[in-house]
């Protein structure tokens, strides 16, 4: 019997439209050293029925149903049925590219603990997809956690997808993904798992499509307390950076700006997202996120840091926040259309 070197924890719900394409991309792997977990969340459509027919016989694929708990219980189940060397968790309306699995077993030959790739995001309708821009300083191999702000910056830190998490660490620490919670379960799992990483490679080779739905799914939710659940979750990095990372200076730096494009991205939420919203209850909702201590401090911070403009930092203090973003949205088109010459 071959060793299994990754576990594939596949938590599904309602997967009955995309878990061909998902199973497909898995079926195209060359290395064969793996197992697939799919955990059938409570599914309502027919998912159940349908997938179990369509992997019949394929002894490296296991289904496992359960009561609806949450995508966090649904992978914790597959975390305790694992017997990978490495952890992978994927998105049934996802799918890994080809020879995926190859490239990055070939990537933790090295001591890491945990290694970090790129991904693609593909929203839906559109016909192409786009890698993340992931800056030099962040790629190669890494020990510490000053690099954790940069990840956070850029798109790479809050998600569980495209990494390998060791299984020995998971399961020697009792790490598991908080249940009972609306938003942020994915980064509470990876700021816990990250403080018994000693070594870790991020690398720019995008191994996984991210398909987004515009108007579904957690990142487009709507919750009336948006702001604060945000909030809490910037609470929940300092407490772990006090606690257990005490990153130097620079990297503090680096954090602020994090939280300031958070409350930024949220307050932009309420303009571009959640557009079925009374138009003035949105508007207030802005100035409640502008006017708010923590954010004002986030922007002072910026100020003092040298990471912002002088008519961005006015226009932020008093509050235009309509202005601000044409303004950067202006910039952005502009800035799009020079490029494509």
């Known amino acids: 019997m071959k060793t299994i070197h990754i576990s594939i924890i596949i938590p599904v719900y309602n997967g009955e439209l995309y878990f ?27 998912f159940y029925e349908k997938c179990r027919e369509y992997i019949e016989g394929n002894m490296k694929f296991r289904l496992i149903r359960q009561k609806n708990r949450g995508v966090g219980a649904a992978r914790n ?8 060397e ?7 309306d996802d799918e890994l590219e080809d020879g995926a699995l190859e490239e990055m077993l070939q990537m933790t030959d090295s001591d890491i603990q945990w290694l970090v790739m790129n991904f693609y995001k593909h929203v839906v309708g559109e016909k192409k997809k786009a890698p993340l821009a992931l800056s030099d300083y962040i790629i190669g191999m890494h020990s510490g956690y000053d690099n954790l702000p940069r990840m956070l910056n850029e798109e790479l830190f809050m998600y569980p997808c495209a990494k390998l998490y060791s299984r020995q660490i998971i399961v020697e620490n009792g790490l598991q ?8 379960e994915d980064i509470r799992f990876n700021l816990e798992y990250f403080r018994y990483v000693r070594n870790y490679r991020v ?17 487009s939710a709507y919750y009336k307390n948006s702001f604060e659940m945000q909030m809490d979750i910037d609470k929940k990095i300092l407490e772990m950076d006090q606690t257990y990372y005490h990153i130097s200076l620079n990297a503090q730096k680096e954090l602020n700006h994090y939280f300031f494009r958070q409350g930024i991205n949220t307050a932009a939420a309420y303009l571009t997202v959640w557009k079925s919203l009374p138009f003035l209850y949105r508007i207030g909702q802005i100035q409640e996120v502008l006017s708010d201590k923590r954010f004002q401090t986030f922007l002072e911070r910026e100020r003092e840091n040298g990471r912002i403009k002088k008519l961005d930092h006015y226009l932020l203090k008093k509050k235009k926040f309509l202005v601000y973003y044409v303004i950067h949205y202006m910039y952005t088109k502009i800035k799009a259309i020079r490029k494509g010459r």
């Open 86 to 92: 490495w952890i992978y968790f994927l998105d049934i």
């Open 20 to 46: 061909q394409r998902c199973v497909d991309s898995i079926y195209r792997q060359k290395e064969d050293r793996y197992e697939v977990i799919l955990i059938d969340d409570g599914s309502t459509d027919n």
């Open 77 to 84: 189940l597959g975390i305790s049925k694992a017997q990978g």
């Open 177 to 184: 993904f908080p249940q009972g919670i609306k938003y942020g």
């Open 203 to 219: 690398e720019s080779k995008p191994v996984m499509t991210y398909h987004i739905d515009q108007g579904k799914g957690a990142g």
